[in-house]
């Protein structure tokens, strides 16, 4: 009997580990996210860069995803039910925001494909206006899969249902079973689509390089590999979408929690700190910025000069 109530404590104690080791890192990374969004608001010159308004809506993106998805661990992880009306709302954002992120990044890519192979018409394509409509057809790209969810969701249950209690989830979205493969289709359709643009522009860019010489070719080289972290990028996103199969297929193995712990950690977290390190920290003009504001402005340079 001692055995046993030791094993349960020992087990109790492990997940509040776990919960808190998320909450820190959550935090940490929502701390990161917002230092960099004041940074950008704060500067006027960054307010017509298309890469820098494009880098503060992956931040805006990641940031508001980070918040509503640890909610939800949170109700989950305290097996707290809610009214399934109100699931609905949650899980709207999160599945927007969760695909604004890639589409984003896909977008930046082609920003630095028209930077490299297309200069001459780089301030045209990517004018202050022209990414502000860009922004709002990333955003309807990125609503087409919730779209579909809810739409087949709407179609199969009853009013009665959105007064039921449920723990949030998104599998309680999913009715029937084709429901399941329609979602997993969509979303792979859709990111199948953005690795495709981004191996093209990593191919279009490389040509570039090879031919670039000087100065140009420092740039192109610059370029590619920013291409190439935001392909790295994309393949963990794409990755979370396997994470809830990869779940359900040991749901009954005593590892179940740990492996989602991980997943949890290695395929929504991390890639919530790439984006900091790619332009907060690579970007030389940025991260001037940064260090002039982190430094609480003892840390003086002109910005305006870096723009190119």
Known sequence: MATNNSLVDGDFLQRKLKLIIVQILVMFFLCINVLLILTF?????????????????SLLSDSLLLFTSDVLL???????????????????????YLTVTPVTLTVMTLERYVAICMPLRHGELCSTRRTMHCILIIHGLSSIPGIIIF???????????????????VEIFSIEIWQKHLRTATYQIQFLIMCIIIVLSYVKILKIAKAASGENKKLTRKG???????????????IQLWCPFIEAAILNFSVYENIRYVNYIMFYLAPKCLNPLIYGLRDECFFSALKKYASFGFYKTDIKRQIR
């Open 74 to 96: 949170i109700l989950v992880h305290f097996n707290i039910i809610i009214p399934v009306w109100v699931c609905i709302i949650i899980s709207v954002l999160v599945m927007l």
């Open 151 to 169: 739409s087949t969701f709407f179609a199969s249950v009853s009013l009665s249902f959105y007064k039921q209690y449920h723990i949030c989830a």
């Open 224 to 238: 590619l590999s920013t291409v190439v972290l935001h392909g790295f990028q994309l393949l963990l996103c794409l």
């Open 41 to 57: 608001f704060k500067k006027e010159c960054f307010h017509t860069t298309a890469r820098y308004i494009l880098f503060a809506v």
